[in-house]
Structure formats: C-alpha cells, structure tokens
C-alpha cells in the first residue's frame, strides 16, 4: 500500500478532542470498538488456521506440494473473504449490520499489519523490537478503539459537535474553534477519525492535512545540549555557555500516599474474580473508579508538562542534542525504575524531534555510548568511572570541577558542531584523549540467536515468504544521528 504524502507546504497533523456521548451514544461507541475487535479476532483465526493444518499434514508425511495453501492476509483479501463469512458465520450473521463497515474495517487492517510486522520481524526485515505471532484480543483487556477513513467525517460549524459514521453527532468536551477555523480557511481537511477509550473518557483524534507555515525560533544560530535525569528533569546548556534547569514535577510520587490509600480501600471491598465466578461489589467499583482518577490525573498532569517543556525549548533554540537513551535498559533498575518511567525520557525525545520538524530545525542524537557524563568539557580527557553516585566531575586532567550533568549538557551542546565539521565527538578536538575503559568504545555482546518456534506453536520456522538473513546490532561508526 502507497504512503501517504502531503501536498507541497502542508503536514499531516492529528487533533484530539475529549468527547461528551449520552447514553446511547455511548453505547454505539463500544459496540463499534468491540466489532473492531471481533473482526480482527476472526482474520487471526481464519490465516493461522491454515498454518495448523499444514503442520497436521506435514505430521502425517503429506509432500510439500499436496499441503493447504496458504491463507493470504493482505487486506484486500481478508476484506473479500469477511464480506463471504460475516452473513453465515454465527458470530457475526445476527448483528454485523448495526455497525458501520468502518469498524470491521478496522479490526482487518489491524491483523493485516500485525501479520505483516510477524513476518517482516522472522525474516530479519524489521528493527526494534521482535514481533510475536498475533494473538486474539482479549474483550477485558483489548483496548476500545475505531477507525473512520469514508463517509460523514465533519466538525461541525459550531465547533462544538462532531458528526461520523452511524454514531451521527456527539457533543465535544472543549470547543475546537482553532481547527474549525482552518477549515473553513481551506487550510487544512480531514484524512480519518479516530475513537478511542482511554483514561476513563473517550476520545476523536482527527487526522488531518494542515498547512502550516515555518515560525522562525527566537534563537536559530544556538544549539542547546539536553541532559536528562531523575534530580532534575533536564539540564540545559547551550552554545553561549549558559545553564537552565527544568525542575522534576515527579506527578506520580506526589500522588503515592493517595493511591496507597485508595489501593488498600480497594483491597478491602469484594473484587470480581474470573476462577470463581465471583462478581464486584458496588463499593469496589466505586472505590476502584476513584483510585483511576487519581492515575488519569497523574497521566495528564505528566503529558502537559511535558509538552510545554518540549514546545518551550523547540521555540526558542535552533539546534537540540539529546542522548540515544536505552530506556528500557534503564527500568530494569528497581531502585530508580518508577522514577525514570515517571520522568518521560522516552516522550521528550519523541516530542523534541517532530516539533523540530515543524520549524525546520535540526535534532541531532549523540551516540548511546558517547561518554557525556565522563568527558571534560573543557580539555576532553575521558575517565575510566563515574558512579552514579557522584554528582561533581572532578577532571584529572585539568582543574575543571564542575556539576557532572551541567558537564554532560556541555558535551552535548558541543556536538552540535560536530555534525558541521564532522569530527563526530567533542572529545577529537585537539584534545587530551584518555584510553576508554575496557580497551572499546562500546560495550560488546553476542548477538541473540534466532528463536525458532516449538511444536506448539503456529505457523512454526517456515512462513510464505522465503526466510532471510537475521539483523544484526547496527554498527556503531557513526557517533551522530541527524533526524
């Protein structure tokens, strides 16, 4: 399928906006969610139900040539082939037709992708993270959630209803006189809806082609070096030398000792259990209703935070640094874990890249193992250890003592040269080098062997398409990536 492109001068901008149903708008909204779950759940079933059969046959010795055929699962198939199923298939024949086609649609181009990622990932064609096989959707745990992509998709003119699909108009929560009036200035338009529960409230995220015109920064010609952390959010140091620190709101840890307190209330009322059959009581829904409150809040407080820290520093610098963090490296400390997935390390560097893109502004990623923290911003000597635990750098080589994170935030903001001159770390500046620890630059490890499905598993080690070379760990020769 072809990628969306954007016209000449315009973006592609989502919107979202809290949503204010009624009763049986309410209900429409979860049954259109729980569609999308339902169809995806059959494709799954029907494409690994022809994974199982081969494996059945191959047990039995059938040849290669004789076994089923494989189920494709790009979308136009599986659409063609849920139109033939959903008027005699039990599961769908009595109530298919209360929903709008958007919602199976939904569900289908989901497992199409899941599938996708499966077999891109199994052959070694997909970065990140390993992708499993695609499993059922659980109705207590799958996430409500509905996409629109044809037919009545409109704000209305007095910015405060929404019209979509056979859900007709819902009243929104806020007004969205902004986007309206981009509308009717032809300068932007709708691509798809979104519908989403999330945080005890649903949700439209309008999809939508915005024009949007480059605003020039209040300091283009300065870089600003980003150091993140758990005492302070953020230490910034820029390129005329001077330090600006963003305070931790640390949401979570001042909302502990209410949650504690909400979390033994709950504990106390009589909670549903599936093994027995056992259902909640009034006063544990209630009780449990409050303590998410207490969560969404924290949530929200948390994201609006961020986004002025990011929007803040993206208007008033030309150029950010931030490090090539392993944050899910980080979480594995227990002592500093709830901190650091408080904190958000993650968000600011996704935040800092597409609100540079607006403005045309360069975001420059140091290496992971650049060594900002042990490298001395002012003659580059390197040391061999830093613990955490100490907060000051004291550089061996020259006097420069100095706090350890401003230190690393002057590294960083001298890597913005670098992708200029090209030397690629501050530390080949004509300076003293100091041998790194453990004779690499980085540390080294082999690469994880490739996990090959047992007996039990569909679908096993053979897939339809022919199975390539696994990836490897990316090479480490550039020390800068520029987003």
């Known amino acids: 399928m072809k990628k969306f492109k954007p016209q000449a001068g315009f973006v592609v901008q989502a919107y979202r906006f809290a949503l204010d149903p009624n009763a049986a708008q309410e209900q429409a909204l979860r049954s259109h969610c729980g569609a999308a779950r339902a169809a995806y759940n059959w494709a799954v079933g029907w494409v690994t139900a022809s994974w199982w059969q081969r494996k059945a046959e191959e047990s039995y010795g059938i040849?290669?040539?004789?076994?089923t055929q494989w189920r494709p699962w790009s979308l136009p198939a599986?659409?063609?082939?849920f139109n033939r199923a959903k008027v005699t298939d039990p599961r769908f024949e009595g109530w298919w037709e209360e929903n709008s086609k958007?919602?199976?649609s939904t569900g289908l181009a989901n497992a199409a992708a899941a599938f996708d990622n499966y077999s891109k990932s199994k052959q070694g064609r997909r970065k990140g993270k390993r992708a499993g096989m695609p499993r059922f959707k659980s109705k207590r745990k799958a996430r409500w959630s509905c996409r629109f992509t044809t037919?009545?998709?409109?704000?209305?003119?007095?910015?405060?209803?929404?019209?979509?699909p056979r859900l007709g108009t819902i009243r929104l929560y806020e007004r969205a006189d902004g986007l309206r009036d981009r509308f009717e200035?032809?300068?932007?338009?709708?691509?798809?809806?979104t519908v989403r529960y999330?945080?005890?409230r649903w949700f439209v995220s309008f999809q939508t082609e915005v024009k949007r015109d480059l605003v020039r920064v209040a300091q283009p010609g300065v870089a600003v070096g980003i150091d993140l952390g758990v005492k302070h959010l953020a230490v910034m140091a820029d390129s005329h030398g001077e330090f600006l620190y963003e305070p931790n709101p640390a949401h979570y840890d001042?909302?502990?000792?209410?949650?504690?307190?909400l979390s033994r209330r709950v504990s106390r009322r009589r909670s549903p259990d599936r093994r027995t059959g056992q259902t909640p009581s009034k006063r544990w829904e209630k009780a449990n209703a409050e303590r998410n409150r207490v969560h969404h809040r924290v949530a929200n407080l948390r994201t609006e935070a961020l986004h002025k820290l990011t929007t803040r520093v993206r208007t008033e610098y030309g150029t950010v640094v931030i490090e090539d963090l392993n944050?899910?490296?980080?979480l594995r400390n227990r002592r500093l874990a709830r901190k650091i997935a408080d904190a958000g390390f993650g968000e600011i560097r996704r935040q800092l890249t597409y609100k540079g893109q607006r403005n045309a502004c360069p975001t420059v990623v140091a290496n992971r193992w650049y060594p900002s923290s042990k490298t001395c911003a002012d003659c580059g000597a390197v040391k061999a250890k830093l613990p955490l635990h100490v907060r000051v750098f004291d550089c061996d080589e020259c006097p420069l003592v100095i706090d350890r994170d401003e230190n690393a935030a002057r590294n960083l903001a001298a890597l913005a040269a670098a992708v200029t001159t090209g030397t690629g770390v501050a530390g080949d500046q004509d300076t003293v080098k100091v041998s790194k620890p453990r004779g690499a630059d980085q540390k080294t490890r082999t690469t994880r062997p490739s996990r090959k499905a047992g007996p039990g598993r569909a679908g096993g080690a053979t897939l339809p398409q022919p199975r390539q070379k696994e990836t490897r760990d990316r090479t480490q020769a550039e020390a800068l990536a520029l987003w």
Do not use: F, N, W
């Open 198 to 200: 999330e945080r005890g």
């Open 185 to 193: 200035a032809r300068r932007a338009r709708i691509l798809s809806a």
């Open 63 to 67: 040849p290669e040539p004789e076994l």
């Open 102 to 104: 958007e919602a199976y």
């Open 327 to 330: 944050v899910a490296g980080m």
């Open 78 to 81: 599986l659409r063609k082939e």
């Open 151 to 164: 037919g009545t998709i409109r704000l209305e003119p007095d910015g405060r209803h929404v019209t979509l």
């Open 254 to 261: 001042q909302a502990l000792k209410l949650l504690r307190l």
